[in-house]
């Protein structure tokens, strides 16, 4: 079952154009992204950090509207990469990074209080630094410009929310001076 997935995982990216390749691939990243923020946004302990989801869950749902907006210009009729094909490419795509979605709600379910926090913002850190790395890779590979400067502006915000989630973890665990 596996091969035949994997097999069929490669055959459906390799009749993709890239471009639908990633809007395919970026939607579902968003939507496991705005997932884990809801998650946050109902169990986080600090109410910085279940700010910080609310924003990040409304920006990620104004992004997969917009890549909805050019899929269905360009791609209309073109089936949707289902999940197993994107996990195969993400595997692919980033060969040291794991990110099973299943596991991650799971220990995220089971987390509260200020660890809930810490490993949210940790979860969504290693996501977002997925989503720069599909950004970078389509600032190059991309062949409609709206999709490279989506990319560009995705790279920018990411990193920015990177820093914001660093700076997130380092509120209430420094000692005052």
């Known amino acids: 079952f596996a091969a035949g997935n994997q097999k069929l995982a490669a055959q ?3 009749d993709m154009p890239y471009d639908l390749h990633f809007i395919d691939m970026m939607v579902i ?3 496991e992204g705005i997932e884990m923020a809801q998650l946050a946004e109902t169990k986080a302990s600090k109410a910085a950090v279940k700010a910080f989801a609310t924003n990040t869950a409304a920006e990620q749902q104004k992004d997969i509207e917009e890549l909805q907006r050019y ?3 360009w791609y209309a009729g073109k089936p949707i990469m289902d ?3 994107m996990m195969s490419m993400m595997q692919k795509m980033h060969p040291g990074r794991k990110m099973n979605m299943e596991d991650t709600r799971r220990k995220l379910r089971a987390t509260s209080g200020p660890a809930f926090d810490r490993l949210f913002l940790d979860t969504m850190s290693h996501h977002h630094m997925m989503a720069v790395e599909m950004g970078k890779d389509a600032e190059t590979k991309a062949e409609h410009t709206e999709i490279k400067d989506f ?3 995705g790279v920018t915000k990411q990193n920015a929310e990177i820093a914001e989630m660093k700076r997130l973890k ?7 001076p």
């Not at 380092?170 to 005052?176: I, L, N, R, V």
């Open 151 to 153: 990319a560009r502006k």
């Open 71 to 73: 899929r269905n210009q």
């Open 12 to 14: 459906q990216s390799a």
């Open 170 to 176: 380092g509120t209430g665990t420094s000692k005052a």
């Open 29 to 31: 990243h968003h939507q």
């Open 83 to 85: 999940h197993a094909t």
